[in-house]
């Protein structure tokens, strides 16, 4: 497999940070770029970080690179609004997926929402559902959308609806099955495996889109380990007794005569008339 390299913007969230923590561990990528509006606390010599407000985004300001990770995303509380949430969850992602296919980048990688639906009659929803909308119509080489349920794990900022929300899945998930499956929570960390999965082993589609049940599920292909070859010392013990006893190795070839016939001097005179 070719080695690769990968942009990740929205570095300083709960996803965002984990993400890069299993690019960086990855043997598959070489360098990871992260665009953040400020500095991470998480170093690693594959590591590249760039400060840019999303305000001033440029096509120069990414590099080549195989695969952009968007991992963009508030709350309407924290953003004050809904213009400030809309840009960060909606103008941010789509201006960069459009910097993205100028630069050439194969690969948009986007988180939206379980339930994202132009016509879904929550707020959060409808602006993610017009999200995908737009980012399809971009017409991208390749676009991802993964549809996370709950997102858990440690954050820096205390959201009380998430804390809730995830302590009481965390009782009520064994008991969601079927297609109560796809509304388990999912921790931050599974969440950017199986963006990273998507990403290197899925049979890539035009435009993808993954629930979070499927989420759930994706795992790097298991490495198959190589059978170790023995060498069957006890037929060669067998083919050395039979060699030491006299065991004929080939049996004897016996003709019948009578199934011959001689050709005699007359037979000869007889074929040329």
């Given at each position: 497999m070719?080695?690769?390299?990968?942009i990740?913007?929205g570095?300083?969230?709960?996803?965002?940070?984990?993400l890069?923590?299993?690019?960086?561990?990855s043997?598959?990528?070489?360098?990871?770029?992260?665009?953040?509006r400020?500095?991470?606390?998480?170093?690693?010599?594959?590591?590249?970080?760039?400060?840019?407000?999303?305000d001033?985004?440029e096509?120069?300001?990414?590099?080549?690179?195989?695969?952009?990770f968007?991992?963009?995303?508030?709350?309407?509380?924290?953003?004050?609004?809904?213009?400030?949430?809309?840009?960060?969850?909606?103008e941010?992602?789509?201006?960069?997926?459009s910097?993205?296919?100028k630069?050439?980048?194969?690969?948009?990688?986007?988180?939206?929402?379980m339930?994202?639906?132009?016509?879904?009659?929550?707020?959060?929803s409808?602006?993610?559902g017009k999200?995908?909308k737009?980012?399809?119509?971009?017409?991208?080489?390749?676009?991802?959308?993964?549809?996370?349920?709950?997102?858990?794990?440690?954050?820096?900022?205390?959201?009380?609806?998430?804390?809730?929300g995830?302590?009481?899945?965390?009782?009520?998930?064994?008991?969601?099955?079927?297609?109560?499956?796809?509304y388990?929570?999912?921790?931050?960390?599974?969440?950017?495996?199986?963006m990273?999965?998507?990403?290197?082993?899925?049979?890539?589609?035009?435009?993808g889109?993954?629930e979070?049940?499927?989420?759930?599920?994706i795992?790097?292909?298991?490495?198959?380990?190589?059978?170790?070859?023995?060498?069957?010392?006890?037929?060669?013990?067998e083919?050395?007794?039979?060699?030491?006893?006299?065991?004929?190795?080939?049996?004897?070839?016996?003709?019948?005569?009578?199934?011959?016939?001689?050709?005699?001097?007359d037979?000869d005179?007889h074929?040329?008339?």
């Open positions: 070719k080695m690769r390299a990968a990740v913007v570095a300083t969230g709960l996803t965002g940070r984990t890069i923590e299993q690019l960086c561990e043997e598959e990528y070489v360098a990871v770029i992260a665009i953040a400020r500095k991470l606390t998480f170093e690693h010599p594959k590591l590249e970080v760039r400060v840019k407000s999303f001033e985004l096509e120069d300001d990414l590099p080549p690179a195989n695969d952009l968007c991992c963009l995303g508030t709350t309407r509380k924290k953003a004050g609004s809904k213009e400030a949430f809309e840009q960060v969850d909606f941010y992602p789509l201006r960069i997926a910097l993205a296919k630069k050439g980048i194969p690969h948009f990688v986007v988180i939206s929402a339930g994202a639906k132009e016509s879904s009659p929550f707020y959060y409808r602006v993610k999200l995908e737009e980012l399809i119509d971009l017409q991208l080489d390749r676009l991802t959308i993964v549809r996370p349920s709950l997102i858990t794990g440690d954050r820096d900022e205390f959201r009380l609806g998430e804390r809730v995830a302590g009481t899945l965390a009782v009520t998930n064994p008991l969601l099955a079927g297609p109560l499956k796809k388990r929570s999912i921790e931050a960390s599974q969440l950017a495996l199986a990273i999965c998507i990403a290197l082993y899925e049979r890539p589609q035009k435009v889109i993954y979070s049940n499927r989420l759930l599920t795992m790097p292909p298991a490495l198959e380990e190589e059978e170790e070859i023995e060498f069957n010392w006890s037929k060669l013990e083919k050395r007794l039979e060699e030491e006893n006299g065991t004929p190795i080939d049996e004897e070839v016996v003709f019948d005569r009578t199934k011959f016939h001689i050709v005699t001097d037979d005179s074929s040329k008339d």
